[in-house]
């Protein structure tokens, strides 16, 4: 499974690497959000979530559909700018259907929106789709969908306006902590792509990214098989805190960009029995079981969601879901009619670190 950005034609000056304050911004709320993906952050995120005043941290609480299961492509830029508030003028830029639209894909890996999008501005049946995946999230995201369907300008202020509270209360300081980082690595990826050409290039920023024979496409190894193209270039964007996700922004109507870590990051794992190491990896044999885990991984998720993510029918799910638990893979948690599964993190860890990165990439 990959996704592939095509790249036949394109002109070597429209490949570029930058680093992003937005996108890494981004990738700090989404550490703050889901510190179990995040271990070597645990304790930054500790800090800023207990230094945070209550009113920023209910704005971050209702706002986190934005970038805690996927990120929205509005905040990964695909032509980044030197500094946080320029990028936020790009994305006021955005037309509200597109910046609705992108914002309501709230699910991390499965089937994108048709393009054109059906817009839930002025779609009757994409809008009460919207709100649905919104109710089964929770309360807090279906409010949110709501606001924003209601009045898109009040809740993109709002949005703005939350993001530059983070700059003051912790982005500023974590931003100037990594320039360095980022800036060296920025000048490595450069100067491979200018001596050595694209292919070193990429295999400098991941196993996972290649340049497929003949240089046509750029083929990105996750659980998905997209395909997308580059007419008007592709980005690559380091991440300190983004680690050990890569990112792809490949819907259509965007440019592709890809947010790639800085560094490996190797987890150690315990030692498991191998009764329960036959059994999980008897349940993970199955293809479609990886790709629900994929979707598991960025946050918890009904079968009614899984099942429209990968266009498969809610007892298919089930009896998937149910091989999971039965390795020990899975968590739920019932909230009112609704029961949420989530990935057991550590269960993964220990069965190893590759199949732990390949699913959380």
Known sequence: MTLRIDIGGLPSERVRFAASPLAELTAML???SEPGHHPRHAGWAGDVLARLRPEL???LREAECLWRS???DFLIPARPRPTLAEELDDV???????YV????VTTCGGSRVPFPARSPLTDPAARERALDLAQARGPRQEAFAERLLADPAAVRARVRHTLEQCAEAFFDAAWADVAVQLATDLRHKNDLLRRQGLGAALAAVSGAVTLAPGGGHIVVDKLQDKVTSAHGGVTFVPSVFGRPHLVVVHAP???PVVQYPVAEEAVPAEPVPLETVTQR???LAHPVRLRLLRSLARGPHTTGELAHIWELTPPEVSRHLASLRRAGLLTSRREGRYVRYALDLPALTALGTDLLAAVLR
């Open 30 to 32: 989404h550490a703050l």
């Open 57 to 59: 941290a209910e704005r």
């Open 70 to 72: 996927s990120q929205a």
């Open 92 to 98: 006021d830029r955005i037309d509200d259907e597109a």
């Open 101 to 104: 639209t992108a914002a309501l």
């Open 253 to 255: 109507g965007w440019q």
């Open 281 to 283: 990896l008897e349940a």
